[in-house]
């Protein structure tokens, strides 16, 4: 958990309960104290606490329970309008990036109501929750991007150079278990078990999966050419390694899928390593997997964020509809000797 050394021991104390208590990641944990530092900046700012200082610089290293019992609902909601306005205002008043932003708004809201909750029920230092009415924004749900059969057989045909059969086996992974790339870089050879494969998801959280003739082929192609890694303690046992011998990382990660799909004649601004994971939610999906079962296989929390899947078959009828050779079909209007 990265934070500010001017940062207040109250956040850093409810970072360590997320992380410990609650089995937040670090991602998560970093991702709260930057949505906080952003409030608390906010606030001194309206108030006057800050003036001719640029708002990244504004310290909170002085924000302590006293000044925090004096936020009300009202602060809250004010911030939120303030980060919709300064998104919409950096992306030149473009609507078209309103989902991301109400996702963005979203979790902010959970930052704020996870930490005052922790303040009022566990940490007892709050007597009233002022933002325990604070409510999430709707989130505009877009259709997964996903390829086709014909396009992942593709991606998978385009593999070459001297990493091919490591790369490979990344591809079958994520096309067929449906894997975060967090997951796939924290995978160990430890966790390969004949058929069966050990994730570390979210909240470290485990799950087991299956892994089917494809991948338990790409994983035994793959070992003999693995990489020894160095003898340090994040990098021993990985099954992935790069080729200075560390456990491979996610940007490596998300540049060879790049690489192959522009290889496989795929559009690389379209899709990346995360859109394979939509492409095996939906090749599954679409092929009798039920909506319970993908969950378990995605490692999702909520069945509700594996459930936009449900929508494909959705949009296929409504594409099957549109190419329709008579879908543009309008009536010519008939003469008026026609109409007597």
Do not use: W
């Amino acid at each position: 958990m990265k934070t500010d050394s001017q940062s207040p021991q109250i956040i850093h104390d409810f970072l360590a309960y997320l992380y410990t208590v609650k089995g937040k990641s670090h991602g998560t944990a970093h991702e709260y104290y930057l949505d906080l530092r952003m409030f608390f900046r906010f606030i001194k700012q309206q108030r006057g606490l800050a003036d001719d200082i640029p708002f990244d610089d504004i310290p909170i290293s002085d924000v302590d329970i006293e000044f925090i019992r004096t936020i009300t609902l009202s602060d809250a909601y004010a911030f939120l309008m303030y980060t919709a306005q300064d998104r919409l205002k950096h992306n030149n008043s473009d609507h078209s990036d309103i989902g991301l932003l109400s996702t963005s708004r979203a979790r902010k809201v959970s930052a704020l109501r996870s930490f005052f909750k922790y303040l009022t029920d566990k940490a007892h230092l709050l007597s009233n929750n002022p933002l325990q009415n604070l409510e999430y924004p709707s989130v505009r749900r877009a259709l997964p991007k996903y390829l086709t059969v014909d396009e992942s057989i593709a991606l998978l045909e385009s593999v070459d150079g001297p990493y091919k059969e490591r790369d490979y086996c990344i591809l079958m992974l994520f096309l067929n278990c449906g894997l975060r790339v967090s997951e796939l870089c924290g995978l160990n050879v430890s966790d390969i078990k004949e058929n069966q494969m050990r994730v570390l998801g979210k909240g470290n959280k485990e799950r087991m999966l299956y892994l089917n003739e494809a991948c338990v082929d790409a994983i035994n192609a793959y070992l003999p050419h693995r990489i020894k890694p160095n003898e340090n303690s994040d990098s021993v046992g990985a099954l992935f390694v790069s080729q200075k011998k560390n456990r491979i990382r996610k940007t490596t990660v998300e540049h060879l899928v790049k690489k192959y799909i522009t290889q496989a004649g795929l559009d690389a601004s379209k899709f990346s390593a995360h859109k394979l994971r939509h492409t095996a939610a939906t090749l599954m999906y679409k092929n009798g997997v039920d909506i319970r079962t993908l969950q378990d296989v995605l490692g999702h929390e909520n069945v509700n964020t594996t459930m936009i899947y449900t929508h494909i078959n959705d949009a296929n009828m409504q594409d099957a509809a549109n190419k329709n050779p008579l879908s543009s079909y309008k009536q010519t209007a008939r003469s008026s000797e026609e109409d007597h």
